[in-house]
Nanobody
Framework: QVKVVESGGGLVQAGGSVTLSCSVSGVTSNEYPMGWFRQAPGKEREEVACNSWSGTLNYYADSVKGRFTISRDNAKNTLYLQMNNLEPDDTAMYYC?????????????????????WGQGTQVTVSS
């Protein structure tokens, strides 16, 4: 059974930094696409950043480029999202997703497809 668990959210002041972690268990391979998404109250869920199956390609939403960094530790089956220079508009529930079936396509310009497994989310609140 695949399990995705996020951690690391919290309350931070504008301009501050937070690192989210996403641990995946129940998957035999460590080469599959993963991604971070977020959903703010009253808004639709949006892509934040994705990492390709090889771990070498990253996609970032325009709104976070230059501020957020996605990375992964395959030995730990863990995905990270380093968030710097946070803004109040970054306030949202952040979700991690994994695609062991390798159906999602990730390049520097797109993150396309449906992730199969999702975590429960971790809240990030940025105060002004």
């Amino acid at each position: 059974q695949v399990k995705v668990v996020e951690s690391g959210g919290g309350l931070v002041q504008a301009g501050g930094s937070v690192t989210l972690s996403c641990s995946v268990s129940g998957v035999t391979s460590n080469e599959y696409p993963m991604g971070w998404f977020r959903q703010a109250p009253g808004k639709e869920r949006e892509e934040v950043a994705c990492n390709s199956w090889s771990g070498t390609l990253n996609y970032y939403a325009d709104s976070v480029k230059g501020r957020f960094t996605i990375s992964r530790d395959n030995a730990k089956n863990t995905l990270y999202l380093q968030m710097n220079n946070l803004e109040p508009d970054d306030t949202a529930m952040y979700y991690c997703a994994a695609d062991p079936g390798v159906q999602v396509l990730v390049s520097q310009t797109m993150c396309s497809g449906v992730f199969e497994y999702w975590g429960q989310g971790t809240q990030v609140t940025v105060s002004s």
